[in-house]
């Protein structure tokens, strides 16, 4: 199959300075794309259609990733969920319009795992899709999702726009957010035992039961995903236009905060306060379609946590973690 993007191509990753879209820019560029487009909040408002189409008409991207999302865990979806929906479903409706209006050639937009049913049957596939109640401590972010990819299917159906979605599971790596309320599970972990190492803390308290399963893909893997797609992956007509993306493998959260223990030195006790929320009780993705089409995740999760964690720490010294 010949390559549906090429070096020539003007490609424009919004949310470029996200952990997500930086990883996509780093694999684009690995992969020789470097005529990469990106423009900052202040440059341009994704959640401002007019200044949107303004930019599209003066820089003139074929091809359009959209990894641009408002982001967060549990506290952050709860306190603010009208954001949530608004912020979502006016960034996602004002890029992937334009760019269809625009003539763009191909377009990829980055989802999440978190729209498929709360008990969907596991491992999840795509399929699963719309076949059952979300989570509800995610909801808000989950349906501005849905709408996204049901966007893109829509625009493909009737207007035959190349737009491709895809599903990753629970990202972690560079670029994360180490905030103490508003980040997700992982590098939430990585801060609190970091911070009780350094404090010599006897015992570190995390939230639930630590029994959910949960799934976790280094970004750098997504950022090799994005690129395997959007070169060659183009759906049949009966297939669903998005795919999943994870490694396939999951591991209760007490096993995951025991491994980020062990990889920042905390020699203290885990507590669990069950009066927390534990959310979906097992969220892995089936990535069998994916893998049929030839591709895998690379780096395991030791290797990611030891490489995030010294990260962290080096980023943390330099004053340039987001807290």
Not at 93 to 102: D, G, K, L
Not at 110 to 130: N, W
Not at 174 to 185: A, E, L
Not at 237 to 249: A, I, K, M, R, S
Request: glycine letters at 8%; hydrophobic letters at 40%; a negative charge.
């Amino acid at each position: 199959m010949d390559c549906l993007i090429t070096p020539a191509d003007r490609i424009f990753v919004a949310g470029h300075r996200g952990m997500a879209g930086s990883a996509i820019c780093r694999a684009l560029q690995r992969a020789g794309n470097s005529n990469l487009l990106t423009a900052s909040h202040a440059e341009l408002d994704l959640e401002d259609g007019p200044a949107v189409q303004r930019w599209f008409e003066q820089h003139q991207p074929t091809v359009v990733v959209l990894a641009a999302a408002k982001v967060g865990g549990i506290q952050a979806n709860a306190t603010y969920p009208a954001d949530f929906l608004l912020e979502n479903l006016k960034i996602q409706t004002n890029v992937i319009e334009t760019a269809w209006r625009s003539g763009v050639r191909r377009l990829l937009f980055l989802g999440s795992s978190c729209i498929y049913p709360k008990f969907a049957e596991q491992p999840i596939r795509e399929e699963a899709l719309l076949t059952g109640p979300l989570e509800p401590t995610n909801e808000w972010y989950a349906i501005a999702k849905i709408t996204g990819i049901k966007l893109c299917e829509a625009l493909r159906r009737q207007h035959g726009f190349d737009a491709i979605s895809l599903m990753p599971t629970n990202l972690y790596g560079p670029g994360d957010n180490y905030h103490p309320t508003n980040s997700h599970v992982l590098p939430a972990l990585i801060r609190r035992f970091h911070e009780a190492a350094e404090r010599g803390d006897a015992s570190v308290t995390c939230w639930g039961s630590g029994t959910p399963l949960r799934e976790f893909l280094h970004v750098d893997d997504l950022g090799e995903a994005c690129v395997f797609a959007l070169e060659r992956w183009q759906p049949g007509v009966e297939d669903p236009p998005f795919l999943n993306v994870g490694t396939g493998v999951d591991l209760t959260i007490r096993a995951l905060a025991e491994a980020v223990a062990e990889a920042t030195g905390y020699r203290g006790s885990i507590l669990w306060d069950t009066s927390k929320p534990d959310g979906t009780p097992k969220k892995q993705l089936n990535v069998s379609r994916l893998a049929a089409l030839g591709w895998r995740a690379r780096i395991p999760l030791a290797q990611g946590l030891a490489s995030t964690v010294a990260e962290f720490r080096e980023q943390l010294s330099q004053q340039l973690v987001r807290i």
